[in-house]
């Protein structure tokens, strides 16, 4: 389980991500889409802990 609530990472002359939230539940499989810039890298580095969200909270196997 991969659970997203209200995460944002913001540049100093950039928000990349904007408050977005969302949860991946065992078993299923997801896909990101969107263009180019639109946060997609951004918020997979930031769910694979590569780098840390300005705010928000990301949990990933919570029991």
Known sequence: ?????NVTKKYP???AVDH???EVKDGEVVGFLGPNG??????MNMI????EPTEGQIIINRL
């Open 13 to 15: 002359n950039i928000t």
């Open 38 to 43: 639109a946060g997609k890298s951004t918020t």
């Open 20 to 22: 977005i939230s969302f």
């Open 1 to 5: 389980m991969i659970e997203i609530k």
């Open 48 to 51: 694979t802990g590569y780098i």
